[in-house]
């Protein structure tokens, strides 16, 4: 197939289009959010973080998830399956848990992040 771009002809195979739609089609789907941490579809659970700094930020498998006070406003889902979640906040030990969620029960995490001594 030959396209114009342009003053420029360009011949571009078949396969050429296809791997380069398939390159397209998973930046799209890690643009929009589609991971196995927030799921589109598939086995989840709302999760929530509870805690003494509300301003907080929670990671969930390396991914910000927003702030304790945001996942207390409109709790999130996470994907069915085992991660890793972190709460941090500026002068304050992180706080670290690991999690083995399953389908539809509900995941809450509650912590008490402690200020670092200077």
């Keep these: 197939m030959i396209r114009v771009l342009g003053h420029a002809r360009v011949r571009l195979a078949s396969s050429r289009v296809?791997?380069?739609a398939m390159v397209m089609a998973v930046a799209g789907a890690m643009a929009a959010g589609g991971c196995a941490t927030v799921p589109?579809?598939?086995?989840?659970?709302?999760?929530?973080?509870?805690g003494?700094?509300?301003?907080?930020?929670?990671?969930?498998?390396d991914r910000m998830m927003?702030?304790?006070?945001?996942?207390t406003r409109a709790p999130r889902r996470?994907?069915?399956?085992?991660?890793?979640?972190?709460i941090r906040?500026?002068?304050?030990e992180?706080?670290?848990?690991?999690?083995?969620?399953?389908?539809d029960a509900p995941q809450t995490i509650h912590f008490d992040?402690?200020?670092?001594?200077?």
Excluded at 52 to 61: G, L
Excluded at 78 to 86: C, D, K, L, N
Excluded at 113 to 118: A, G, M, P, S
């Design 18 to 20: 296809a791997a380069v």
């Design 52 to 61: 003494n700094v509300p301003d907080a930020t929670v990671w969930i498998d």
């Design 78 to 86: 996470i994907a069915a399956g085992f991660h890793r979640v972190e």
């Design 113 to 118: 992040l402690h200020e670092v001594l200077q």
């Design 89 to 92: 906040s500026p002068g304050f």
């Design 66 to 71: 927003g702030t304790v006070v945001e996942l």
């Design 94 to 103: 992180s706080h670290f848990q690991e999690l083995d969620v399953r389908p």
């Design 40 to 50: 589109r579809r598939g086995p989840s659970a709302p999760f929530q973080a509870i």
